[in-house]
């Protein structure tokens, strides 16, 4: 009988402390799950004026730049993707840009990235950046972005995704403009 005492007594402790662990792991973030937003791609809204011959926009692939690989939406310009979610605890938007290798000496002036987040009140653009391989030797590899988004914290927003043609002066340039999205994700911290 005492031995069944201290059994239960000691799984007691231990139930407690896990419960306290997995407390003290949400409470910095250390459950949040990262949202995959390529995964969501399906139930994000799409918009585009491309019709060039070839890959049809919003297409998935993994796709190696400089050696780096990752799971990427082709979104030629003028095109935006948005997605709604809520977003986590010190929640940061990471993704990754750039322009495929058939691009990079084919005629052309570039693409322009842009994101933004809307809470349904206002919109703040966080990126804006034109990625141009025929000209700089730096835009022929992937680019990245992290992006605080803390002050959304909990709330729904819309997370933007928009690729225009070349400098922005000049936008009517779209020749090879392939443009890429890599792995956009929202990680909570």
Do not use: C
Not at 52 to 69: K, R, W
Not at 97 to 110: L, Q, V
Not at 146 to 161: F, H, K, R, T, W
């Amino acid at each position: 009988m005492l031995d069944n005492k201290k059994i239960v007594a000691g799984l007691a402790v231990l139930a407690v402390v896990v419960a306290a662990a997995a407390f003290w792991m949400l409470r910095q973030g250390g459950g949040a799950v990262p949202i995959d937003l390529v995964a969501q791609l399906d139930d994000a809204q799409k918009q585009t004026t491309w019709t060039e011959p070839g890959d049809a926009p919003f297409t998935v692939s993994d796709v190696t730049l400089q050696g780096e690989t990752h799971r990427a939406i082709f979104a030629p310009p003028f095109s935006r993707i948005r997605w709604k979610v809520e977003v986590p605890r010190r929640g940061t938007l990471e993704l990754y840009f750039g322009m495929r290798e058939d691009a990079w000496e084919a005629e052309g002036n570039g693409a322009q990235f842009r994101v933004g987040v809307s809470d349904g009140r206002t919109y703040e653009e966080y990126l804006k950046e034109v990625v141009n391989p025929q000209a700089r030797e730096r835009d022929r590899r992937w680019l990245s972005a992290s992006i605080d988004l803390s002050a959304y914290e909990g709330q729904l927003v819309e997370i933007n995704l928009n690729t225009d043609p070349g400098p922005p002066r000049d936008d009517r340039d779209r020749r090879n403009d392939f443009a890429l999205w890599g792995e956009p994700r929202l990680v909570g911290r």
